[in-house]
């Protein structure tokens, strides 16, 4: 079936530093993907909407400025954490919708975020 | 209040037993509703979703859908301890929009 792979799996990093997240399709094309943040015991937020070949799309309330989306080609989406705080810490997960009802949503295995 | 409800739980219950998973929605305009596992530090994976109203049912697992209440339910039968997860129910518009998801129930099976 169609999967999603997300990488790394898990990062600590220094506060001020930057941290990339890459989410590949890999069996099948994706021109979205979504980008979700989850902190402990709450639900999924969506942060933004990547659209391959144009600009994200973010939702109410995310820097885009701080949270840079790439969506170079069909197949990989990247998010990257610029200027990183303990605030900041969370679980990034992607996922990307195999057809447009996205009724079938394949999610990655999430990024554990950790910033000391 | 939010678009879908979930009580965070934790559900315990013993091997074998009958599990019951419910949100509620606000949102008329939902027509999908999913139901997704989710292990600790690992992505959501989709069990099941359905369409409008009405039940699904894949092996164990069963889906409801009640838009008339803006109810969603999940049954597990002879649950296993296996099953011990989060459960997430989502819902979706319909066409090309975003998924809104419940807050997620920890389901804890005993052996």
């Known amino acids: 079936g169609a999967v999603v792979s997300q990488h790394p799996s898990w990062v600590i990093c220094k506060s001020g530093t930057s941290v990339k997240i890459e989410c590949r399709s890999l069996?099948?094309?994706?021109?979205?993907m979504f980008w979700y943040r989850q902190f402990p015991k709450q639900s999924l937020m969506l942060m933004a909407t990547?659209?391959?070949?144009?600009?994200?799309?973010?939702e109410q309330g995310v820097e885009k400025d701080k949270f840079l989306i790439n969506h170079a080609s069909l197949t990989l989406s990247t998010l990257t954490v610029t200027s990183a705080h303990p605030e900041d810490s969370s679980f990034y997960i992607c996922?990307?919708?195999?057809?447009?009802?996205?009724?079938?949503?394949?999610f990655g295995q999430g990024t554990r975020l950790t910033v000391v | 209040q939010k678009e879908v409800e979930q009580d965070p739980g934790p559900l315990s219950v013993p091997e074998g037993a009958i599990v019951s998973l419910n949100c509620t929605y606000s949102?008329?305009?939902?027509?999908?509703f999913m139901w997704y596992r989710q292990y600790s530090r690992k992505g959501p994976e989709l069990l099941m979703y359905?369409?409008?109203?009405g039940n699904k049912e894949d092996g164990r697992f069963t889906a409801q859908v009640d838009k008339s209440s803006k109810y969603i339910s999940l049954f597990i039968r002879d649950s296993q301890p296996s099953d011990s997860a989060t459960y997430l129910c989502?819902?979706?518009?319909?066409?090309?929009?975003?998924?809104?998801f419940g807050k997620g129930t920890m389901l804890l099976v005993s052996p």
């Open positions: 996922s990307a919708p195999l057809d447009r009802g996205n009724t079938e949503a394949f």
């Open positions: 069996d099948f094309q994706a021109t979205t």
């Open positions: 990547s659209n391959e070949g144009s600009k994200a799309t973010y």
């Open positions: 949102n008329s305009a939902f027509q999908y």
């Open positions: 359905t369409y409008s109203s």
């Open positions: 989502a819902a979706l518009r319909g066409g090309y929009s975003t998924l809104t």
